[in-house]
């Protein structure tokens, strides 16, 4: 009986050994298959700037080039090339820059070149590399690998107006492009027409001053400041940016690039990265 028994453990040790071997085995690849997720992106010049020696950026025909290595093995990275209308040639303020355009790749080792538009001739601009880190968390920051800026004029354009109907409210009004929300707002301004009827007494006007769609008392309608021709109240559209680049080689964009350089001053580096989100 005592043999039997010790048999019996003998062979329970041995099933545990031959389950963990390959449990074993196992989290050792994945931690290795971890390891070599862990990618680099090194820029080919180490200074800010564009157009001297050592800069990041080459800026030709109105577009920036940035060329750089993606550094190890089965690995893969996202990087962004991002411009920006700027409200001066330093950059600040900083919340006033507007994105002109963004391009995104996801990258397997190797060198590449990316480049994106930049806003209109002379108008001051910059331009931002990042990489976005892998399994990004809520309220992480990219990595902000070189940027550069430039120009001689503020063209920052006024932002594009919409007029909507309020869902919740029924209030028909003048907003912000950018601040459209589908699931408050609806183009349809008919599904607003019901409130003067179920409000008596109101109105719903053109501020000719405010430029936005507004309700008001009809005792307060004023034909100086007001009018029912909603139509008064839009704005022009802003004409749409270019979404692609056409395709450039590298070595003719070098022989097109002049001596010229730009100071990235360690001050500009830190408030660039205040978007990187």
Known sequence: ??????????????????????????????????????????????LNGENGPNRKFVVTNNKAFISFTVKGKKCQSTVQLKSWYSPSRNGTPHPAQVKFQEKERTLGPGKYTMGVDLPPKNCFYQVDFVRVPDNKAPGEK??????????????????????????????????????????????????????????????VVCDLQTKE???IDEEDFDESRHTEDQSKCDTPEVPETPKELPQTGLESLMSLVGASSLAGSASYYIGSRRRNA
């Open 1 to 46: 009986m005592k043999k039997s028994y010790v048999v019996s453990a003998i062979l329970a040790v041995a099933g545990v050994a031959l389950l963990a071997a390959p449990m074993v085995a196992n989290a050792k690849r994945v931690a290795a298959d971890s390891t070599a997720k862990e990618c680099k992106v090194v820029t080919n010049g180490t």
């Open 142 to 203: 990219n990595e902000m690998l070189g940027f550069t800026l430039n120009g001689k004029k503020n063209c920052i354009p006024e932002p594009k107006m919409i007029t909507v109907c309020v869902l919740a409210t029924k209030e028909i009004k003048t907003i912000k492009e950018k601040n459209f929300d589908a699931t408050k707002h609806t183009l349809d301004l008919s599904k607003c027409k019901k409130l003067p009827q179920e409000v008596p007494g109101k109105l």
């Open 213 to 215: 769609i507004v309700t």
